[in-house]
């Protein structure tokens, strides 16, 4: 039971340049969560799915795409990566039967030059 | 929009005290909040939830208090450790979907 998993760690991109990050959760829960987190701003939700085949934006959806897999896999899409994208970026997944509390992945660190 | 506002300064006591943090927000009445504990590298991880309706929650060295009033929770680390150094994260519900609106956080640093 690994809980939720982010691919890669840590990233260099130079501007303008595309990657995917990858998210997987075997906490069995419909919903996940893409969130940016910036040093003085906190973590801000970019995209959610509250299920399989289903996703909307957040408070900052600009400059990114996602794509619900499956159930498990939510992936994040910077199709032209800028500087201001340099950041942590958490996935997250519901833990609760409720769905309240979040589990969150170990993060990606993001660094565009 | 909703605000959440927490001490951006860092908040240093000394092993063995009762550590204090703030959480105010505005323009909302969330249902639940949330506090999270976050380490340097790592994801936020969930400590405790308090509903509207409830005006206190326990659990071990940890308490929480909400006042819907004041639109203030309060966080409370009791006997504080210097393993309890991290930054701690507040959390109000977004509505629909279990979306998280997220305050800044705070660094708690204990000093032995």
């Known amino acids: 039971n690994a809980g939720v998993t982010q691919t890669p760690k840590f990233q260099v991109l130079k501007t303008g340049q595309s990657m995917t990050l990858q998210c997987a959760q075997d906490m069995n829960h419909n919903s996940m969560y893409w969130y940016r987190q910036d040093p003085g701003m906190g973590l801000r939700l970019i995209y959610y799915?509250?299920?399989?085949?289903?996703?909307d934006k957040g408070e900052v959806p600009n400059g990114y795409n996602v794509s619900r897999l499956n159930k498990r896999e939510f992936s994040l899409r910077l199709e032209s990566a800028a500087p201001s994208q340099t950041s942590v970026y958490f996935c997250?997944?519901?833990?609760?039967?409720?769905?309240?509390?979040?589990?969150f992945g170990p993060g990606t660190r993001l660094l565009v030059l | 929009s909703q605000k959440i506002e927490q001490n951006s300064e860092a908040l240093n006591i000394q092993e063995g005290k009762t550590a204090t943090l703030t959480c105010n927000y505005t323009n909302y009445s969330p249902a639940y909040l949330q506090w999270y504990r976050q380490d340097p590298g790592r994801g936020p991880v969930f400590l405790l939830l308090i509903r509207e309706n409830e005006k206190e929650k326990r659990k071990e060295r940890l308490k929480v208090t909400f006042d819907t009033t004041l639109k203030q929770s309060l966080f409370h680390i009791t006997a504080s450790q210097p393993a309890d150094s991290a930054t701690y994260l507040c959390a109000l519900d977004g509505g629909a979907t279990n979306k998280l609106i997220f305050g800044t956080g705070t660094l708690l640093a204990v000093q032995p």
């Open positions: 997250a997944t519901p833990v609760s039967v409720y769905g309240e509390t979040q589990y």
């Open positions: 799915s509250a299920s399989e085949g289903t996703t």
